[in-house]
C-alpha cells in the first residue's frame, strides 16, 4: 500500500503548491470558466483552477484560443473565483495583451488581478516572454509558465503535435524551464512533451510542474474538465482519461424532457401552482 503524504490547506496558495512539490504530494489542476462548474470542482478538491484561454475553444466554440478577449477572460475569472473556497485560481493572459510590450503585459495582469480577484496569471513562452515575467512579478503578481505545445504559437507551429522531439527543441525547453524558475514563476505547465523530457525537467526545477500530456512524472496533472466529463465529443488524444460521458448524459436528459412537453406529460399536477 502506498501511504500519500497530504499537505493540508484551508485555501490552496502558490506555496501550498511549492510544499507539494516539497513532500512529494501530486497537484491536482482543472480548467474552469463558470461559477456553478467552479462549485462542484472546488468541492471535488481540484487543488488549482485554471481560467484558461481554452475556453475560446470550449465555451466560444472557436477553433483557436486566439480570439478571446481580456475582457472576456475576466467575465469567465470573475465567476469562477466568487464560487471557489479553497483552490487557487490562475488565469491565462490571453493573446495578444502580454508578447512583445512587458508594460502592457503589466497592465494585462493588473487588470486581471484587479477586476475579476484572481490569484495569479499564467502564459506561454519561454525567453521571449522575459521582460513580460519580469515586470508582472515585480508588480507581486505570481506567475505560472507554459511551456511545449502552446497553443497562441498555433499558426507559427501549424499543428497540435508532440513538442520537443527533437534534441535541439528538447534543450531549448529545458533551459526557458530554468529561466522561468530563476525569474520567480511559481509553475510551469508542460504541455505534450516526451515523458521524459518531463522527468528531466521536473527533476531538475525547483518549482512545481504540471503536465497535460507530459507523463506521470510532472509534480501535477491539468486537463480540460470539459474533455474530462466528455462534454466534448470528438476529442481523443492520447493524453486524456474520460471519467464520465457527459454529452450523452445531457442528450438524453434533454430527450426526455422535450418528449414530456411534447406528450403533455410534464408539468403534472403537483409540479404546478
Ligand atoms: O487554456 C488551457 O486550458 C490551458 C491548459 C490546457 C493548460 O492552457
Given at each position: 500500500?502506498?501511504?500519500h503524504k497530504k499537505v493540508e490547506a484551508k485555501r490552496v496558495t502558490t506555496h501550498t503548491l511549492q510544499e507539494m512539490k516539497d513532500v512529494g504530494e ?57 464560487a471557489v473556497q479553497r483552490a487557487l485560481v490562475v488565469v491565462d493572459l490571453p493573446f495578444g495583451t502580454y508578447q512583445g510590450d512587458s508594460k502592457m503585459?503589466l497592465k494585462s495582469a493588473i487588470r486581471i488581478m484587479k477586476e475579476s480577484g484572481g490569484h495569479a496569471v499564467k502564459l506561454e513562452g519561454g525567453s ?146
Amino acid at each position: 500500500m502506498s501511504v500519500h503524504k497530504k499537505v493540508e490547506a484551508k485555501r490552496v496558495t502558490t506555496h501550498t503548491l511549492q510544499e507539494m512539490k516539497d513532500v512529494g504530494e501530486k497537484i491536482a489542476m482543472l480548467t474552469a470558466y463558470d461559477y456553478s462548474m467552479a462549485r462542484i470542482l472546488d468541492a471535488g478538491g481540484a487543488d488549482v483552477l485554471l481560467v484558461g484561454d481554452s475556453a475560446s475553444n470550449v465555451m466560444a466554440g472557436h477553433e483557436t484560443t486566439l480570439p478571446i478577449t481580456l475582457d472576456q477572460m475576466i467575465y469567465h475569472a470573475s465567476s469562477v473565483v466568487r464560487a471557489v473556497q479553497r483552490a487557487l485560481v490562475v488565469v491565462d493572459l490571453p493573446f495578444g495583451t502580454y508578447q512583445g510590450d512587458s508594460k502592457m503585459a503589466l497592465k494585462s495582469a493588473i487588470r486581471i488581478m484587479k477586476e475579476s480577484g484572481g490569484h495569479a496569471v499564467k502564459l506561454e513562452g519561454g525567453s521571449e516572454v522575459e521582460d513580460s515575467i519580469k515586470r508582472i512579478l515585480s508588480a507581486g503578481i505570481p506567475v505560472m509558465g507554459h511551456l511545449g505545445l502552446t497553443p497562441q504559437s498555433i499558426y507559427k507551429f501549424g499543428t497540435y503535435t508532440v513538442r520537443a522531439k527533437q534534441e535541439q527543441e528538447a534543450r531549448r525547453l529545458m533551459k526557458d524551464a530554468k529561466l522561468l524558475e530563476e525569474l520567480g514563476c511559481f509553475a510551469v505547465v508542460l504541455e505534450k512533451i516526451p515523458a521524459d523530457l518531463a522527468r528531466k525537467v521536473s527533476e531538475s526545477i525547483s518549482i512545481p510542474t504540471i503536465g497535460i500530456g507530459g507523463g506521470s512524472d510532472c509534480d501535477g496533472q491539468v486537463l480540460v474538465t470539459h474533455d474530462l466529463l466528455g462534454i466534448t465529443k470528438d476529442f481523443h488524444p492520447r493524453f486524456l482519461r474520460r471519467y464520465a460521458e457527459l454529452f450523452d448524459v445531457i442528450q438524453d436528459a434533454t430527450e426526455r424532457y422535450v418528449n414530456d412537453v411534447k406528450s403533455k406529460d410534464f408539468p403534472n399536477e403537483k409540479e404546478q401552482y
